[in-house]
């Protein structure tokens, strides 16, 4: 008989995870739940001891051995000094995107393969697809459309997903919980993390204060009167709608949306409306990653530049072996320096790049 190939589930402490390393089980898969342990600053009263216990406590249930990755060097110098790095310069970071890459999917990996792994899997709402073609593998949306996480997924390559099992991505979250819940499984009801991937949630003005000298300066409306205060114009992304204060009198205004930022004179605009993009717009990212065939030139697909955005059409203007120019082919949200924009090809995720 064959011997059964050994997969490093990482065990989060939730829900996903723990109902990932269930199936391989079930599948005949030889299963070893790993903590990813990384960085936190010693100021930060994070629960990672917690969340330990509750991935120790589901390998126990599971009958599989538990180990602990340490991963503390590749989070603080690939998300979390880039985090800060990226707000200093006036960008809006991505570090779940830059946690997948170097966390996740480089460190565990590495840590996986080293002890002998042939997979790694993660609890992520996502699908690997086999083609019988090259290249062999495709990274498609999770069956979850609102769990579906593979905006931060875009930097995976082949050689990755080669190494990679997704087992939760073929279900709706509701069943995920079910599941666990029959299994006896102590996160069947545990709530969704939150926040800024293993920091959790976290005030981001409050953490950059740590490491970046954040002035208040003042918020302007359209007209330019100074209608409000806000913490550091660094801290402020396009679109955002809240973190600053408006001290008029006027109590039936609308939400207002942060419309332009002024890092020299440290203001912020506000307006009604959030700013969009018009169809003859282009739009050009760096760091380009393709997952599997490449695109191309003046091909139609979509692209999304944030988690919860409807995707745009779109097409390839010009491609070099890291950059893309994109000309928009309808209305969505102003992109945003720094963040990721992601390309599809219906439920396919073809792969992103950053906004330059």
Not at 58 to 85: G, M, S
Not at 113 to 123: K, N, P, S
Not at 153 to 167: E, G, I, M, V
Request: aromatic share 8%; charged share 20%; glycine share 8%.
């Amino acid at each position: 008989m064959n011997k059964p190939q050994t997969v490093f589930v990482g065990l989060s402490g939730g829900v996903d995870s723990s109902v990932a390393a269930l199936r391989l089980i079930q599948q005949g898969y030889n299963v070893v739940g790993v903590f990813i342990k990384v960085w936190q600053p010693d100021w930060l009263d994070c629960n990672w001891e917690a969340e330990r216990l509750d991935a120790m406590r589901v390998a126990a249930k599971l009958d599989i051995p538990f180990l602990t990755c340490d991963a503390e060097k590749a989070y603080k110098d690939d998300v979390a000094d880039y985090f800060i790095h990226e707000y200093k310069i006036g960008r809006t970071p991505n570090p779940d995107v830059m946690c997948n890459k170097y966390v996740k999917f480089g460190a565990f990996l590495d840590f996986a393969e080293l002890h002998g792994a042939d997979y790694i899997a993660t609890g992520h709402y996502a699908q690997k697809i086999t083609t019988d073609s090259e290249p062999c593998f495709e990274l498609h949306r999770g069956i979850d459309v609102n769990k579906d996480q593979t905006y931060f997924l875009w930097t995976l390559t082949q050689k990755q997903l080669s190494k990679t099992l997704l087992p939760v991505g073929n279900s709706p979250k509701s069943q995920i919980r079910k599941e666990a819940d029959r299994a006896g499984l102590i996160t069947a009801n545990k709530k969704d993390s939150q926040g800024v991937c293993f920091l959790g949630h976290i005030d981001i003005p409050e953490f950059l204060s740590h490491y970046i000298d954040l002035q208040k300066g003042d918020v302007l409306n359209l007209s330019g009167d100074v209608i409000g205060e806000h913490l550091g114009a660094l801290v402020y992304t396009t679109g955002q709608r809240h973190g600053f204060t408006i001290t008029n009198k006027d109590t039936q205004r609308d939400a207002l949306y942060v419309c332009n930022r002024d890092i020299e004179a440290n203001t912020i605009t506000v307006g009604p409306d959030p700013v969009r993009t018009a169809n003859t717009d282009n739009l050009t990212i760096e760091s380009l990653n393709l997952i599997g065939q490449p695109v191309e030139l003046l091909q139609t697909f979509q692209l999304q530049t944030r988690y919860r955005q409807t995707p745009v059409s779109c097409k390839a203007l010009s491609i070099t072996k890291d950059k893309m120019e994109i000309a928009i082919l309808g209305e969505s949200d102003a992109p945003t320096a720094g963040q990721s924009c992601v390309l599809y090809d219906g439920p396919r995720c073809l792969g992103g790049g950053i906004i330059a």
